[in-house]
């Protein structure tokens, strides 16, 4: 093929591409459709670690249209995340109550419901051996699932196929449970029906309680991580900045909380189309997890997490900590201390966390950045007393919300932090701080020639975008596309990728400066202006 015709393909490729990227984009004829996560509560079964006189309602994520067809997650089997439960009599792979007792959710019209009634289908299976709780215990708590679920009025069937069951049949089949502040005279309330009590401990776990059984003192129960579930259904990270927080049980065979679950796979998002299956359901392993995840407990009982190298964004990585802070429940006595690892190039990725007063930096050789916070938990108002996560919040219940992004600086304070940032990188420059050699570590140069050179030209490209007195102001905040393709224009994107992470960083770090200069300055006024 001669040199022109090649020429040719290369200009007539883009065209092509964008061709078929604008066929793709042509709407097509199809069906209005809502598909959407959620979640929904399975009565948990903790093997031998069960505590006799309650069952925790542990939340699973779920993909539907339009919440169609979700009810009969509640008796799905839920993997044990630890891989199986030992007991005394063998080993249990189903965290599942409603499951492993052979307790089926089956309603009439899955679209239809709360309209129409549900049927719990009751297998003539016994009882493991290894569970403190009855049939009619495990029937009760899948009842509680379904009728939270709804959140209103519902008819209840029950369809029980051994004899020995059949009085629960005649006990709860029929019954319209109301729940809410429903008018009493149209239904029976389920803590009259069933005679237990549900409860919300402060991670905002149900529990299912059975008033009159007497407390074991010397029972542990086995508290659980918390992992996130994107409320875009498990395809993208935080679509719209909003987490579902999922409790994992592990295996129970630990004497601290399985912190590290945090970072392990959890198949607990249930497709409600058939043709998915079970999905992956930790939003954090699903963005890009972390190179390494530890976690250890000492003798005073306060936790210690250590996440290296995280691929995740700011605001996943954050919302990520703030559900370790839920799963420890840390006090001033015992705290979470969090420490997280990444190359100092990337510190704009992290820019929060940066510029986060409780937050300590510390920068290694080789480029290295650590991040260190400690942390303590009021249980009662939901709220840290000690440390602070960036950008997230907790609705005490069972989400995480990314905040607003941080609004611009006015046009005034705009020109102030450019003035400075320019100033600032000049100075690191002739001081050599900010020099590429001491910024680009070895694996990021190469050793010697023009990929080198064209390295650390993009490096100081990334830099002058941030000193440019054309406009900088204006521009400051908002970052360049760099486009090239061939060998050497990728040591060149990438040094002009670090440059501007840096140049980025000392932007914020500024910024952080002059806000709380300003709000120092209108403290005092305001002092003063009282003590006249």
Known sequence: MTTLKMMKLKLYAPVVSFIVLMTLMIPVACEATEVGAGTIEQPINLCERSDPGRIPLGRVGTVSNYNYGVHHVISEPRPCSGGAMRWGGGSELDQNLASVFGISVEPEDSTSVPRVPVTLRLKSWAPPAYSPYSKEQVLVATLWCLLRSCNTSLEVKIDAEGNDD?????????????????????????????????????????????????????????????VLFDRSGGDNAAADGKWFLLPVWGDGNEDAIPLHLNQWTAPMAYSCFRRRGRLEANAFLLAGGSSAFRSTRGKNGAYSVSISYPGVPEDTLAANILALVVATQPTEACP??????????????????????????????????????????????????????????????????????????????????????????????????????????????????????????????????????????????????????????????????????????????????FEEASEKEQSEATSDSSAQ
């Open 166 to 226: 059949k009085y629960l049949k005649k006990k709860y089949s029929g019954i319209f449970f109301i729940m809410g502040t429903e008018d009493e005279r149209k239904g029976t309330r389920l803590t009259e029906a069933t005679g237990t009590v549900l409860k919300e401990d402060e991670r905002g776990i149900a529990w299912v309680i059975f008033p009159g059984l007497a407390a074991r003192h010397d029972f542990e129960p086995m508290s659980p991580a918390m």
């Open 336 to 513: 979470l201390t969090v420490e997280f690892t990444t190359d100092g190039w990337r510190l704009s990725r992290y820019g929060a966390f940066n510029i986060a007063k409780d937050w300590v930096r510390e920068e290694f050789d080789h480029g290295m950045v650590a991040f260190r916070c400690e942390f303590a938990w009021d249980a009662s108002s939901q709220k840290l007393t000690k440390g602070s996560v960036p950008g997230v919040r907790f609705d005490g219940h069972s989400l995480i919300y990314s905040e607003p992004p941080q609004e611009l600086p006015s046009e005034m304070m705009a020109r102030k932090i450019a003035d400075e940032v320019y100033r600032r990188i000049n100075r690191e420059l002739h001081s050599g701080t900010l020099q590429a050699e001491k910024i680009m570590n070895d694996r990021q140069l190469a050793g010697s020639g023009l990929s080198r050179e064209l390295g650390m030209a993009g490096y100081y490209a990334g830099l002058a975008w941030f000193c440019s007195q054309n406009g900088v102001a204006e521009n400051l905040f908002k970052i360049p596309i760099h486009f090239g393709n061939s060998d050497l224009d990728q040591y060149h994107r990438f040094g002009w990728y670090i440059g501007l992470n840096r140049g980025q960083t000392i932007t914020q770090e500024v910024r952080k400066e």
